[in-house]
């Protein structure tokens, strides 16, 4: 999941806005689909506003 995170911070720092978008998503998915109690709820947080930040529309 972090790893989803970080590949998607990084790409939005050299420019590559769709495939950080692609990567912010899997990792919304991922968290979203795991265990409540093993949900940071900073991490979330700062994906959806890395989203928004980048324009994306879920």
Sequence with gaps: MKLEYYA??????????????????????????GPREQRPYGDEASRELALRRHGSRR
């Design 8 to 33: 998607g911070t990084t790409l939005a720092l050299i420019g590559d806005h769709p495939r950080a978008e692609r990567a912010a998503l899997k990792a919304i998915s991922m968290y979203e689909s």
